[in-house]
């Protein structure tokens, strides 16, 4: 900062302030504010380095131009009547007047006057001009600023654009100093007043502060400048009321209160930036509850199906549990019955009584069971395509909602990315359902059971169909424990010689049938419960486009919104730092 002499506490705090106000700007940058936001921010930055600086604001025609010439003293700037002021034109200390057109938009005046070695002026063009350039041009500077000087006309005291116009300038955090010109157009000291009173009332209104306000006559001011005789010109510039003005600028302006405006403006500015990125996050967290609703639901959805399933698989393993009991007691009587002496003829031959055996206890086993597994299987397909169905009627009523909100107003880009996505798996979940094909599903099923249950070392492979393999296994077994296999006279003999041992043989029966039945039971289960565990996986990772990214966003946003609270803290941190080095 140049004109000021400051201690090194202050231009310690300033290099702090600068290296914080980069930090912030990087930080903001990441949040895709609209680029003139961040360029007044680097600019406020690189104006703590220049000299304090006034910027002179208002519509056109109402004396800016004018104003700036009764300070300076001189007629520099012109004026008139129609929109003249089409350039910023910065109002700098030089040896003599002179100006340098830089480009277009932007002059350099420079006038030998003392005021201009301790602060700059810019004259802008009316914030109401037609050129609508000119009016970005004000809105421009302003934010650059470490005062803003709002000029309004007596003759139309803060018009509708004008207050407007302060609404838009007051959330840069600007010292505002309000200025009506124009006063000799007024008749008398009563209808003075009354301007004032309707400009402090408004703009205290607006402003939430009741800001400093002079009533000058530009016009008489620079008419007493042209006046040679010292007295005479000195009371005309008091009656004009730019001494009011100037000794505000000079002396209640002093060092101390520049340096505060100087060092407090790029926070406001940091400030402003903050809050519109905090608007955007907010925005955005909003925008996402649509997509966080949908998430919810879908995993609502999908896990209240795996409860659903696992509770349903295992009513019906325990009616195929019940066909092998059936059988088992079927059997029990069988050798209860059978294993007699006065059978000792058919138990002689095992194949007789194998026969009676297949007849009588294992007639239709195969077929029952085949009808229980493959009844369970046409379930579990059937539920399947079900939950897919229900996923597609969530994804497309969220898509038609969100097709809806995009023709009502404009959406985030990380929304219209979730839209997309959402769009993609809902396609793909579509397609999937489309060409579901129930019997080919069934059958891969039935392949996979039957391969589970074949491949435990207790069940005989080779056998065709989950029943036939288990009916097998189960009669085999039974022949075998109870000695029929191995029967010889003898042997049956045996059962009638020592009742222990009939007893001993329809035991072991039991046993064995348990053994496979517990064993049967648990592989079905076991490859059930994995079967809608895959089932389900595949749906989810359908999904997973689409949900990952909504959660991958809702964290971002919560990040950001983390970041943003850091940010504020250290601005404020800050703005309290600056008061204790003043
Ligand atoms: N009666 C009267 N006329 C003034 C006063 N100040 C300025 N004017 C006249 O009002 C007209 C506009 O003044 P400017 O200084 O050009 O106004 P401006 O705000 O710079 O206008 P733009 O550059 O177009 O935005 C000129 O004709 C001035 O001479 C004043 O205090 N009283
Ligand atoms: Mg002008």
Redesign the pocket.
Known sequence: MQGTMLSNEQLLFLQQEKQQLNIAKRILSDFNLPEEALNALSEAILQLDELFLIVVV??????????I?ALLGEYV?????????ARVTLVRWGEALSEQIVNEDFAIVTYPLELLKELNLI????TN?IIRRHELLTTEYVPRSDLVLF?TSADRPLTESEREFLEKILAWGKKIVLVI?????LDGQEAIEEVRAFVAQHTAGILGYAPELFV?????A?KANQISDPVEKERLRKASGITDLERYITETLDDRARLELKLSNPLGVASNLLQQAEGLNQAQAEELQADLKLVSELEAMLSAYRKELTAEIKPRLAEVDNVLQNFEQRGEEFFNTNLRITNIGNLAKSDKIKAKFEEEVLAGLSQEIDAKVHAMIDWMVDKDLQIWYQVMGALERRQFVARKQAEVGPVSPQAARRTDLMASVGETIKTIVNSYNHKKEAEELSVLVEGAVAQTALFEVGAVGLGALVASTLFSAAMDVTGIVAASALAILGFFVIPYKRKQAIEGFKEKMNELRSNLMHTLELTFGREADLALSRLEAKIAPYTQGVRADQEKIARDAQVLAELKQTLEEMQDQMRTVL
């Open positions: 208002g519509e056109f025609n109402s004396g800016k131009s004018a104003l010439n700037l012109e004026e008139g009547v129609t929109p003249t002021t004259d802008s063009p009316g001009a000029t010109n124009k006063a000799d157009i000058l006559s530009a016009k008489l620079e």
